[in-house]
């Protein structure tokens, strides 16, 4: 294999890696904005169960953590009045974790906090690097919905 092949397949080989610390990072970055008072896991699960009611065990199982962890979650974000829980019409013995119109508007304050904190930092870029930070959000986004659809 010549270097500059080599060099490509590493680059390439990097990415992944890359973009995984960098919006990880910034993920975290944006989890420690004032004013927000909730972890990441917290509206990571309110943002999954407002696309879709969810059982407690595969909220567990997306978010890496035990299910009594979840359920302990689940009953504080219920106790804010964000969740709700409910039968599973597919088995009745199983519970489904859904998101309250209270949980919506208190989702969507995370999310205008969180882009307020990014906004004075965006605007100090130039166009063509808002352009391409746009971009970069649309491919965000098309990775996200092929890796949930392979993962699903």
């Known amino acids: 294999m010549s270097k500059e092949i080599a060099t490509a397949a590493a680059d390439k080989d990097r990415t ?5 610390v960098a919006t990880s990072r910034f993920t975290r970055t944006l989890g ?4 927000v008072h909730y972890s990441t896991v917290a509206w990571r699960v309110l943002g999954e169960v407002s696309r879709t009611p969810t059982r407690i065990s595969v909220l567990a199982q997306q978010q890496r953590v035990a299910q009594p962890t979840m359920t302990a979650l689940v009953q504080r974000l219920e106790g804010e009045g964000w969740l709700t829980r409910g039968p599973d019409p597919e088995d009745g013995r199983a ?3 859904a998101v309250t119109d209270a949980g919506r508007a208190a989702l969507a304050d995370y999310r205008q906090t969180a882009a307020a904190a990014v906004d004075p930092h965006l605007a100090q870029l130039t166009d063509f690097d808002r352009a391409t930070l746009v971009r970069a959000t649309e491919l965000l986004q ?3 919905d092929q890796i949930d659809a392979d993962t699903r």
């Not at 992944?16 to 995984?20: H, I, R, V, Y």
């Not at 420690?32 to 004013?35: D, E, H, I, K």
């Open 32 to 35: 420690r904005v004032p004013g």
């Open 142 to 144: 098309q990775l996200s």
């Open 95 to 97: 519970t489904l974790v």
């Open 16 to 20: 992944a890696l890359d973009l995984l």
